[in-house]
């Protein structure tokens, strides 16, 4: 069995991690990563040793790339065609009548909001969108919501195979962190959010609940990790806000989770956020919006918080509330939790057996 997972390149965030996490569990043999532009994607996965394909797609509109890939699939016997994300999905779409091969997608994330702010032209896309994901063969859920979000869609039932995300929790070997090399002090409340600045993740809802307990003059600082298309407008809105950093793209994530007291994300829709792992494994609490397959890691207030979304004020109350457990010094027993419970039930090796398990069953 040998399998292509085709996406578009240009992710930057939980998706691409997701996928070079994945494939490395499989070996050169059995999996081929195809992207349709160089970028992040393809230059870490050919650092992480995974058989990478670039298919010099020079827009996004353009087809002439399709026989190249429908070549590809017949000449290499490639058996399934893992998609991710509605650029992948439709191309597979535009050579399926053409190429014999059975169909998986993983959905990352609610695709009526894949365009969300696009206008018009989100409208069709999203629409276009709706109407090939009803011919994919099988899908990979990451969450028990998303999978009744598929059910809702029409999607039976027994063409869904719920997956939820896994992480290696061996220590990252990286650089060291210092909170002085960021710019930040030892009792300051350091709150992490590692999150692309696009819409979706409501960073403005974040800012509030920050505010809330700046005006209490609990010594809060925000450390937003990302980039992406808001960027100017986020600026705009933390001009006057000194203890909110927008500290861009950075590599280090695991090391600034270290150094931080919890992590915070304040999403309208995810799927089952990586970075909520990534925590765990940093050993620090979390507070997140009602997103996706957040209350599987989070079953109970023992490893961190779970408010509804748009709910700033129910946000700033959990956040003072781990402040409070800093004060006190219980912040790392919490921490500690989360990372034992994590550990178990969200390793990378359930993950990879539950995709291998599914490849076989519904291929």
Same mark, same amino acid.
């Given at each position: 069995?040998?399998?292509?997972?085709?996406?578009?390149?240009?992710?930057?965030?939980? %998706?691409?991690?997701?996928? =070079?996490?994945?494939?490395?569990?499989?070996?050169? &043999?059995? +999996?081929?990563?195809? @992207?349709?532009? $160089?970028?992040?994607?393809?230059?870490?996965?050919?650092?992480?040793?995974?058989?990478?394909?670039?298919?010099?797609?020079?827009?996004?509109?353009?087809?002439?790339?399709?026989?190249?890939?429908?070549?590809?699939?017949?000449?290499?016997?490639?058996?399934?065609?893992?998609?991710?994300?509605?650029?992948?999905?439709?191309?597979?779409?535009?050579?399926?009548?053409?190429?014999?091969?059975?169909?998986?997608?993983?959905?990352?994330?609610?695709?009526?909001?894949?365009?969300?702010?696009?206008?018009?032209?989100?409208?069709?896309?999203?629409?276009?969108?709706?109407?090939?994901?009803?011919?994919?063969?099988?899908?990979?859920?990451?969450?028990?919501?998303?999978?009744?979000?598929?059910?809702?869609?029409?999607?039976? %039932?027994?063409?869904?195979? =719920?997956?939820?995300?896994?992480?290696?929790?061996? &220590?990252? +070997?990286?650089?060291? @962190?210092?909170? $002085?090399?960021?710019?930040?002090?030892?009792?300051?409340?350091?709150?992490?959010?590692?999150?692309?600045?696009?819409?979706?993740?409501?960073?403005?809802?974040?800012?509030?609940?920050?505010?809330?307990?700046?005006?209490?003059?609990?010594?809060?600082?925000?450390?937003?990790?990302?980039?992406?298309?808001?960027?100017?407008?986020?600026?705009?809105?933390?001009?006057?806000?000194?203890?909110?950093?927008?500290?861009?793209?950075?590599?280090?994530?695991?090391?600034?989770?270290?150094?931080?007291?919890?992590?915070?994300?304040?999403?309208?829709?995810?799927?089952?956020?990586?970075?909520?792992?990534?925590?765990?494994?940093?050993?620090?609490?979390?507070?997140?919006?009602?997103?996706?397959?957040?209350?599987?890691?989070?079953?109970?207030?023992?490893?961190?918080?779970?408010?509804?979304?748009?709910?700033?004020?129910?946000?700033?109350?959990?956040?003072?509330?781990?402040?409070?457990?800093?004060?006190?010094?219980?912040?790392?027993?919490?921490?500690?939790?989360?990372?034992?419970?994590?550990?178990?039930?969200?390793?990378?090796?359930?993950?990879?057996?539950?995709?291998?398990?599914?490849?076989?069953?519904?291929?």
């Amino acid at each position: 069995m040998t399998i292509l997972h085709l996406i578009s390149g240009g992710e930057t965030g939980g %998706s691409k991690n997701h996928l =070079i996490t994945l494939l490395q569990q499989f070996s050169k &043999e059995e +999996v081929v990563l195809g @992207v349709m532009q $160089e970028g992040q994607l393809s230059n870490e996965a050919r650092v992480a040793g995974i058989q990478t394909v670039v298919f010099n797609q020079s827009s996004r509109y353009d087809v002439s790339f399709l026989k190249k890939l429908s070549s590809f699939i017949q000449k290499n016997d490639i058996n399934i065609v893992h998609t991710h994300g509605p650029r992948a999905n439709f191309f597979t779409f535009l050579i399926r009548n053409f190429v014999k091969f059975r169909w998986f997608t993983t959905i990352h994330s609610d695709p009526t909001k894949d365009f969300i702010k696009g206008g018009l032209k989100g409208k069709v896309f999203t629409s276009l969108n709706m109407r090939v994901i009803k011919k994919i063969d099988h899908f990979f859920a990451v969450s028990h919501r998303f999978g009744e979000m598929l059910e809702g869609f029409g999607v039976n %039932s027994d063409k869904i195979s =719920i997956i939820y995300n896994g992480i290696s929790f061996a &220590e990252p +070997v990286g650089i060291p @962190v210092t909170r $002085e090399q960021l710019g930040l002090n030892k009792e300051d409340f350091v709150v992490t959010m590692v999150a692309r600045y696009h819409p979706i993740k409501n960073h403005p809802l974040a800012f509030d609940a920050v505010s809330k307990l700046r005006d209490e003059e609990i010594p809060i600082q925000l450390f937003a990790i990302g980039d992406g298309p808001e960027r100017t407008h986020l600026e705009k809105l933390t001009n006057d806000k000194d203890y909110i950093h927008l500290v861009g793209f950075r590599q280090d994530i695991h090391e600034c989770l270290k150094v931080s007291d919890c992590l915070l994300l304040t999403s309208d829709s995810e799927s089952f956020p990586l970075v909520l792992l990534e925590a765990a494994r940093a050993k620090i609490p979390v507070v997140t919006t009602d997103v996706g397959g957040v209350s599987a890691l989070l079953p109970s207030q023992q490893l961190g918080y779970i408010a509804p979304i748009g709910d700033v004020d129910k946000i700033a109350i959990y956040l003072r509330n781990l402040y409070e457990l800093k004060m006190s010094g219980d912040i790392t027993s919490m921490g500690g939790n989360l990372y034992q419970h994590a550990k178990h039930n969200f390793s990378l090796e359930q993950l990879e057996q539950a995709t291998r398990n599914a490849y076989t069953k519904f291929s």
